[in-house]
């Protein structure tokens, strides 16, 4: 396989200053010490089209909208932790291609540090997305192209940058023995580790027994447990199963009935926050994971931790995109209020 990177070096990394949107470091807005976040995960470019229904095999139906930006849940993560005042890299591979120039520049624009590999003989991803026009719900496709051949030599490359993070944290778009070492070289290093375990592939316990906190939907969380998530009573339930994998904690994202924090020593719904009509769903785990994993490293506890993740996802639904609708730290603290 012939692999060309950024620089001359096998994984370059190229570093920017922050956006306005991610100056401010304090979650309360003071200018202490940024948290430090490190994603491993995959950037795809999302092919996004709005339409009153999906057609049928073999049927052709009119939409009513389309655009192309910037997606992938590892890399919404890192626009999502960014503007909200974390220190974040992201670790992954891409193509040579115009939709990788998507990804550069939408990192230098956030202020994200790329730890990045370029492959020249495969492609940056990209995703289908359909949003139904009434709710908003979303139904996505997604090709991660050069993200498929992730493995855990590459990891090995970010050890430096796993280690030195108050905070690790990848998902399962990209291959699982990837996503298995970043998390073991973290563990090593002390760092707190999240999976996001979305899409639901299938994860042996040993993986689950790597993580601080996994962060599963309803239906993610029914592939793990079997249980059928309809309620916090069932979610409680469900968590105690993935506990009994090996995970320290479960946090479990309920949609508009907002999260379940669920350990050995506490068990917490926290609710989602009503900041106005859905617009788009999209983003709204990965706002809410970027957001987990910013405050987590500022030291909150899981629980504020929680809360803040809720709002850093609740404000993200209100507007259309993925990466392009996570918001800021300012609009994040208003809506926390004085008492957050």
Known sequence: MSENSVSQSSASETSASPSSASKASGLDGSAKSAGKVAILGVFVADATYRAKRQPEMGETILG?????????????????????????????????????????????????????????????????????????????????????????EFVDSATSVIAAADVFITQLEQPIAAAKRGLQLAREAGVTTILNTAPAESVDDSVFALCDYVTPNETETKTYTGIEVSSVDDARKAAEVLLEKGAGTALITLGEQGVLLHNRQQSVHIPAFDVGPVVETTGAGDAFNGGFATALAQGLSPAAAARFGCAVGGLSVTRAGAAQSMPTLNEVLALLGPDR
Not at 88 to 104: E, K, S
Not at 124 to 137: H, K, L, M, N, P
Not at 141 to 148: D, E, L, S
Request: aromatic share 6%; with cysteine.
């Open 64 to 152: 009513s909208g389309f655009a192309l930006g910037p997606g992938g849940k590892g890399s919404n993560q890192s626009v999502a932790a960014a503007r909200v005042g974390a220190e974040v890299t992201m670790i992954t591979r891409l193509g040579q291609d115009a939709f990788a120039g998507m990804a550069l520049d939408l990192w230098q624009d956030e202020g994200v540090t790329a730890h990045v590999e370029q492959l020249a003989d495969s492609y940056t991803g990209s995703a289908y997305i359909f949003i139904e026009e009434q709710s908003g719900d979303n139904a996505i496709i997604v090709c991660p192209g050069a993200a498929t051949t992730l493995t855990a």
